[in-house]
């Protein structure tokens, strides 16, 4: 008995070490027109429907207003609009994707968010140049069977739309 | 074992806290000693607050600081003993290291522990030892005699003796000046962390308690409403007392959950014995600072962001302000100049002042500055009054001081006093008289938290006005307004006001109505109108902000929940104004 016990924890061990080595990538996978995208989901706090957005008036126009999330505010940005997709209007798979990064809580709208996917990281490639997706934004490609998913830099997202903020400001100031 | 510990970052956290909670307070009782060099109390407490920090450094390997703290505790000991009293040399000494003592708890709270040079330091405090310990005749209790003297010209040692330690003091004064000047400005350091008093988190438990029973009152009436045992009329009254005692109870906590973050506004104030002490020694005035209603409560927010503009205040006091000694005797006036500080409460505001017995700000002068630096025309100059010419020391690029010192002179003092005290909905005013002294009051909401707000609808969206800048509501006709030089003015009754419509500075869908209903906002002396779709009322609300990277959207000055849940945004009436403003002279375009 002690002997079967003994060794099923060490297969265990084994099985859990040899994971260990491979690094998975847990990636919360979503939807952007036709193509499949992927954020890690250590920075991803919550999902939630998409509801009624408060607009932010003169500011650029992919922050499409704010939300209030238990109470507190947090902006929302269309990634549709950020990536200069065309517009479409929220439907019942729309979402909201809540990020936390830099220290700074942001939504992102999606079309639809799929599935959390387990993505082992030797296989995610540099990204090649993507038509309409500026290609700054996107950290790598990740394949999974037959599919392709786009991972976001969301540091690089973040930045950017910091920077855009600091450039209205400066436009209204001046 | 040591080790272990010392990497714990709890252990760490607690005595980044106590130590800066410590140093805090030293500057205060060093300079209080000074004052009067026999409180042995004093000295303990000080002596006690720095054996502190060195125990607890050592402890976790904090090499450095111990260092630096064990000569200052030397010196301290020295001190102790009664073989020497705190002359302005030690008090400088003690001072520098304190402020060191306070970049290296930063740092380690930052995680950003780097090599400090400290011989400089620790050379000047043994200095201060040998000197004394080296037999010095009858010199040495000379200067030490002379202390108060000294602490008001330390650069001009006693004439015709040559004793050590004052040679020590005229060499090691202008060192310690220039190094302690940054730190002191840099002290204005953000709270990370308060102190709540226990009765007040009692009364919000209490409160919460309260809470929970009726969410269970309403729970309870949901049950018997869907069992059918309460129906029609009893249920709407029971319905109605729950929710009637529901909100007194939001009320009370709502109250009681801001009392937790009101503190004195003697967070701010007890640093500037210090920044005076400092920049007296530097300006070469003397200078007695008066500070008065140190106790009063303020919410710390707001006490955190007074610092800034009050260490502007304070030193345009110090160094426009006040004259020279010698000018000051030969104006009849005491040779030591006074700078009050006055904070007190007044309704629902804090009034906090800034005053000083100077020479005054003379409106003349600052009406020639504002002609050379192009900030008026010769011809509006003509139709100002004085007091709209003080104004003017508040607007950006401003300074009287004719040359730049690295006190004030910048020219960017006044206008971020303005500024800041625009972010907290307060205002800023001055009153002077030549001869006579400066006056600047503050005026600050108790609290930021909360403001009573007029919601109105424009477009489809709600939009909540400040009650305090709301001057009137109105309704006017779409002939009232006019067309002049290609901005709108509206005339009411017998004025003219600039007159906007929010939904086309906030590129809204617009709505034209024959009769409409105008805002008049009162942003200090000037008016604008502002038109609206219509009136919902007034309501109490909870400021929010709108998130780190939206911090700064013009005209807005943050959110509110409304009962739908939805975000309402609040208007920021000084930054409405700007907006009409900016739109009048064609630098801004809107996006439509």
């Not at chain 2, 950003?112 to 009858?138: C, F, H, K, M, W």
């Not at chain 2, 049950?223 to 109605?240: M, N, V």
């Not at chain 2, 205002?427 to 919601?455: D, H, K």
Request: glycine share 8%; charged share 25%; with cysteine.
């Amino acid at each position: 008995m002690m002997n079967v016990a003994t060794k099923t924890n060490n297969a265990n061990r084994a099985a859990l070490e040899a994971s260990a080595q491979i690094d998975l990538l847990q990636i919360v996978s979503f939807r952007l027109g036709a193509e499949e995208f992927g954020l890690e989901i250590l920075k991803v706090q919550e999902i939630i429907r998409a509801q009624d957005l408060t607009r932010v008036p003169n500011l650029p126009d992919f922050v499409e207003g704010v939300i209030n999330l238990r109470g507190k505010v947090i902006p929302v940005i269309g990634l549709r609009r950020w990536f200069g997709l065309e517009q479409r209007p929220h439907d019942k798979y729309t979402r909201i994707i809540v990020v936390e990064a830099r220290g700074t809580v942001l939504g992102f709208i999606v079309d639809s968010v799929s599935e959390v996917l387990r993505i082992p990281s030797n296989t995610v490639e540099p990204p090649p140049r993507i038509g309409k997706v500026e290609r700054d934004y996107i950290a790598g490609v990740g394949r999974l069977d037959d599919r392709l998913l786009l991972l976001l830099n969301l540091d690089r997202l973040m930045t950017s739309s910091e920077i855009l903020q600091c450039e209205v400001t400066e436009v209204a100031e001046a | 074992m040591n080790d272990d510990l010392a990497n714990d970052p709890t252990l760490i956290r607690e005595f980044v806290n106590e130590a800066q909670e410590g140093l805090q307070h030293l500057d205060e009782d060093l300079l209080s000693l000074e004052q009067s060099p026999d409180a042995r109390e004093m000295l303990d407490r000080i002596f006690r607050t720095v054996h502190t920090i060195k125990g607890t450094a050592g402890f976790l390997g904090f090499d450095q600081l111990v260092t630096l703290s064990h000569a200052a505790e030397d010196v301290l000991n020295w001190l102790r003993k009664g073989e020497s009293v705190a002359t302005s040399v030690t008090v400088d000494a003690l001072l520098a290291s304190f402020d060191r003592m306070r970049v290296m708890v930063d740092d380690i709270s930052r995680e950003a522990i780097v090599q400090y040079n400290l011989d400089d330091l620790v050379a000047q405090l043994r200095e201060l030892l040998s000197a004394a310990t080296e037999p010095t005749g009858t010199s040495g209790p000379g200067p030490e005699a002379a202390a108060p003297v000294a602490s008001e010209a330390p650069q001009v040692p006693e004439a015709g003796e040559p004793p050590t330690v004052a040679e020590a003091s005229a060499a090691s004064v202008p060192q310690p000046a220039p190094e302690a000047a940054p730190p002191a400005a840099a002290a204005v350091q953000r709270i990370t962390n308060m102190r709540v008093e226990v009765s007040k988190l009692d009364e919000l438990v209490n409160l919460v308690g309260e809470l929970v029973l009726q969410r269970n009152r309403l729970a309870e009436l949901n049950r018997q409403y869907s069992e059918g045992q309460l129906t029609g009329a009893d249920f709407d009254s029971a319905l109605g007392d729950a929710i009637s005692r529901l909100s007194f109870v939001a009320d009370e906590l709502q109250g009681a959950s801001l009392r937790t973050r009101m503190i004195p506004i003697d967070n701010v104030f007890r640093r500037f014995p210090r920044v005076v002490r400092d920049l007296a020694h530097q300006l070469g005035k003397e200078v007695n600072l008066e500070i008065h209603g140190e106790e009063t409560e303020l919410d710390k927010t707001v006490v955190e962001q007074m610092a800034d503009p009050l260490v502007h205040l304070v030193r345009n006091s110090l160094d426009h302000g006040l004259e020279m000694p010698e000018e000051r005797e030969a104006q009849g006036k005491p040779r030591t100049g006074t700078v009050t500080l006055d904070a007190a409460q007044k309704g629902d505001h804090i009034v906090i002042t800034v005053s000083d017995d100077g020479r005054g700000i003379d409106a003349e002068r600052v009406g020639k500055k504002i002609l050379e630096r192009g900030l008026v025309t010769q011809e509006r100059l003509r139709t100002l009054s004085s007091h709209d010419i003080l104004e003017f020391i508040f607007a950006p690029g401003f300074s009287t001081a004719e040359t730049i010192s690295n006190v004030s002179g910048r020219g960017v003092g006044l206008d971020v006093v303005r500024t800041n005290l625009k972010q907290l909905n307060g205002s800023v005013s001055v009153r002077t008289e030549l001869g006579a002294g400066t006056v600047f009051t503050l005026q600050l909401p108790l609290t930021l938290a909360v403001i009573p707000v007029l919601l109105v609808r424009v477009a489809q969206e709600t939009y909540a006005l400040p009650l305090r800048s709301v001057a009137e509501t109105v309704h006017a006709n779409r002939s009232d307004v006019h067309d002049v030089d290609g901005t709108e003015v509206i005339r009411i009754g017998e004025r003219v006001l600039p007159f906007c419509r929010l939904e086309r500075l906030f590129g809204l869908k617009s709505s034209d109505h024959e009769l409409m209903r105008v805002v008049i906002l009162a942003i200090g002396d000037e008016r604008i109108a502002v038109a609206v779709d219509r009136f919902l009322g007034q309501e109490q609300t909870v400021i929010k902000s709108l998130g780190s990277c939206l911090r700064h959207v013009p005209g807005i000055a943050g959110a509110t929940i409304g009962g739908d849940g939805r975000v309402r945004l609040i208007v920021d009436p000084a930054g409405l104004l700007s907006l009409v403003q900016q739109q009048q002279i064609g630098t801004f375009e809107v996006a439509m």
